[in-house]
């Protein structure tokens, strides 16, 4: 009998529980499933100029899961702005509500899109920082992208007459110093500056940290590869650095300008074909061929009698004169455009 009764109660308890939580709806904010969440943004970049700041991002094409997106609903983009004297760099960072903008399909065609968003309603003397996130639904959005900052002043010009020197795995920059405000008016704060690098001459990337110099040795090229760069102007505010202007792009290819070593063991010997002239295989990396040279004992002068390909190490005048003392050299040279040409080697002579 008492069995029942605590049957019933159950009951009754499951049934009340059911109603209550039938009947009240969602506490939270349903959880989105990861396979429509966009991954977040992580090229969030930004460039000044005397207008303002312009801001532009990749549109996400895949989301956390690593499916595909046919569609961005929405950017949101958030804003927040500190005066230099009242920033703490351990404190939060106090983002304001965000600023809803358009999505659309990630693709323009085959391309993947760019978002772009401009602002103009800056205040000297305040560090700005903006972050944006994605959204495929109202309910789907993604984590934070990456964060940028700037100081917004009144910037610098950008650096003229930038010269790009090609060297061997290295460019050589130079430029001249930036003295003046995009005004035109001078500038008392000290300077450095920014160097970027691209291989397109589309999507620059900076190189290390700004310098207070106005050149830069750029080592991690390699040969044949044509290089963009652009460097921009950086004004020191306190501990801060003021972004200024752009410098027009200039293109450089680097160069091999180190020959391969000089043949060794040259030798020449008489034969009933002509004589023969005969080395040691060069050890050079890039080795592109050998080219051998004649003189005449009368005279001091060389003059290339042949070009040998660098599988070989032996080749045959056939137009030496009888009864006529030759002197011999060979030379290497390597695979750059124009190829490097070691030093002649040894002479070697022999009578015909």
């Not at 991002?57 to 958030?78: C, H, M, N, Q, R």
């Not at 200039?250 to 043949?263: H, K, R």
């Amino acid at each position: 009998m008492k069995s029942g009764y605590l049957v019933r109660g159950l009951s009754y308890l499951l049934g009340i529980s059911f109603l209550l939580m039938s009947g009240c709806g969602y506490k939270n904010e349903p959880i989105p499933p990861q396979n429509v969440v966009p991954r977040p943004i992580a090229d969030l970049l930004y460039t000044v100029s005397d207008k303002g700041v312009e801001l532009s991002w990749s549109y996400p094409v895949k989301t956390i899961k690593g499916s595909a997106l046919d569609d961005i609903s929405s950017f949101e983009l958030y804003r927040a702005e500190i005066a230099l004297d009242d920033y703490c760099g351990s404190c939060p960072v106090p983002f304001g509500e965000p600023m809803e903008l358009d999505g659309g399909s990630p693709f323009d065609g085959k391309v993947r899109r760019k978002a772009t968003y401009e602002s103009s309603l800056l205040i000297p003397g305040y560090k700005y920082f903006f972050k944006v996130r994605s959204r495929t639904s109202w309910w789907a959005d993604s984590a934070d992208s990456n964060i940028i900052t700037f100081v917004w002043f009144k910037p610098a010009a950008a650096p003229k007459d930038v010269t790009a020197m090609p060297g061997d795995h290295q460019v050589f920059l130079v430029w001249q110093p930036v003295t003046s405000h995009t005004d035109g008016t001078a500038i008392e704060q000290d300077m450095k500056y920014q160097v970027f690098r691209s291989v397109s001459g589309k999507q620059f990337e900076p190189l290390g940290e700004p310098v207070a110099t106005t050149e830069y040795v750029d080592r991690q090229v390699n040969n044949g590869v044509r290089y963009f760069y652009t460097i921009q102007s950086m004004m020191v505010l306190e501990d801060n650095l003021v972004n200024g202007g752009m410098s027009k792009d200039v293109g450089v290819t680097p160069i091999d300008l180190e020959p391969p070593l000089p043949p060794l063991g040259i030798n020449v010997i008489k034969t009933g074909v002509g004589v023969k002239v005969f080395w040691d295989k060069s050890e050079a990396d890039d080795l592109g061929g050998y080219r051998v040279y004649r003189r005449a004992a009368a005279k001091d002068s060389y003059e290339q009698i042949g070009e040998v390909e660098s599988v070989y190490t032996i080749f045959v005048d056939t137009k030496a004169a009888e009864n006529k003392r030759y002197y011999y050299a060979v030379t290497a040279f390597d695979q750059a455009t124009p190829p490097n040409e070691s030093d002649k080697s040894r002479e070697a002579t022999t009578r015909y």
